[in-house]
């Protein structure tokens, strides 16, 4: 966390700036392109992103990575730790974890319902005991908890032109796609994990169980079959992404650009997933670096415009104020000079 996000943000307590830059690291770490699609946010909203971020990345470590020579209960006894450590954080709006206390001081921030964080907390607890879905309907009823509400928790964060609660299904949905789409992307270490979640009935509809998707992951072989089935659970995951879609000019115009381009971004994943020929049992899809590199430099268009259409309704200062008063005109620059001085895209949304 740089200290001008820290202090836009007006969070002066040095350890409470310790635990928001704890959050940002983790979120750099684990969530490149959501990371990259937060630069474009208001610099005094970033570190309560990268808050409810790390927390949620935090949270998924204990389940997914958990430390070598741990065993089977470990995962389960950190992650009701780190649940009676959120509850006492959100009730206090003080912890001593960091990761808490800077999520527990973004909840006090903008107001944020503590039911959102305890049902992320029960999908977490879910994935210990959980290994499959037999259905849709009982995997939307799991990213309810470990997705949708992400997507809530960001919305007072984001800010709306509608009320909330108009904006609040498009915000869940979008959270559902964004994880429904790394569900497709990381379908072969899932199940290294030991754990589907692409369902069951879906699967069974084109003759794949869990012992075809192990036999192609660890022979590095296709199956037209399992391809299918990737295909109808893309195409599932693309309606996911046209129910989100119109909550995006919900948003404060300034916040749009951000949550547009990681739209864009993770789209992209479906598209990298399909180009490749659905092999997601054999590799990772990603999105081409240059693809990224544009998609980020027209949110920053975008986030330029809006902050010229802001200043622009916010009207011209009071001629009696101190504001009134017209700067001195510099010189023109020469192209040296301009070109030297001129920001850079990361200084520009810095």
């Known amino acids: 966390m740089t200290d001008r996000e820290l202090d836009a943000a007006a969070i002066h307590d040095p350890a409470l700036r310790a635990a928001y830059r704890h959050c940002r690291a983790l979120n750099a770490r684990h969530g490149r392109t959501y990371f990259l699609a937060t630069r474009l946010l208001p610099i005094e909203r970033r ?203 919900m948003l404060d115009p300034v916040s749009r650009p951000c949550i547009r381009t990681a739209y864009v971004l993770y789209g992209g994943i479906l598209d990298a997933v399909a180009r490749d020929g659905y092999a997601v049992l054999q590799r990772r899809a990603v999105v081409p670096r240059r693809r990224r590199a544009t998609v980020a430099a027209d949110g920053l268009v975008r986030v330029i415009a809006a902050r010229l259409r802001h200043r622009a309704a916010s009207g011209p200062p009071d001629p009696g104020s101190a504001r009134a008063a017209p700067a001195p005109t510099p010189a023109a620059p020469t192209t040296a000079e301009s070109a030297a001085t001129r920001p850079t895209v990361s200084e520009e949304i810095a």
């Open 47 to 249: 570190p309560a992103v990268h808050a409810l971020y790390g927390f949620a990345r935090w949270a998924d470590d204990i389940v997914d990575r958990p430390a070598p020579g741990d065993g089977a209960a470990r995962p389960g006894a950190a992650l009701a730790e780190l649940r009676e450590n959120l509850a006492r954080g959100l009730r206090q709006e003080h912890s001593e974890e960091p990761v808490v206390r800077a999520v527990a001081d973004t909840a006090r921030r903008y107001a944020i319902d503590h039911a959102h964080f305890h049902d992320f907390m029960a999908a977490m607890h879910q994935d210990l005991v959980v290994t499959d879905y037999p259905t849709y309907a009982h995997l939307r009823g799991y990213t309810h908890g470990s997705a949708a509400v992400i997507g809530l928790q960001m919305l007072p964060v984001l800010g709306t032109v509608v009320p909330r609660a108009q904006a609040a299904p498009h915000a869940a949905a979008l959270g559902v796609a964004f994880q429904l789409t790394n569900f497709l992307r990381d379908v072969g270490e899932d199940l290294d994990r030991g754990r589907v979640y692409l369902p069951a009935d879906l699967l069974a509809g084109h003759g794949v169980d869990r012992g075809l998707l192990r036999w192609s992951r660890d022979t590095g072989r296709h199956d037209r079959r399992v391809t299918a089935a990737l295909r109808e659970f893309e195409a599932l995951t693309r309606g996911v992404y046209r129910e989100a879609a119109p909550g995006i000019a």
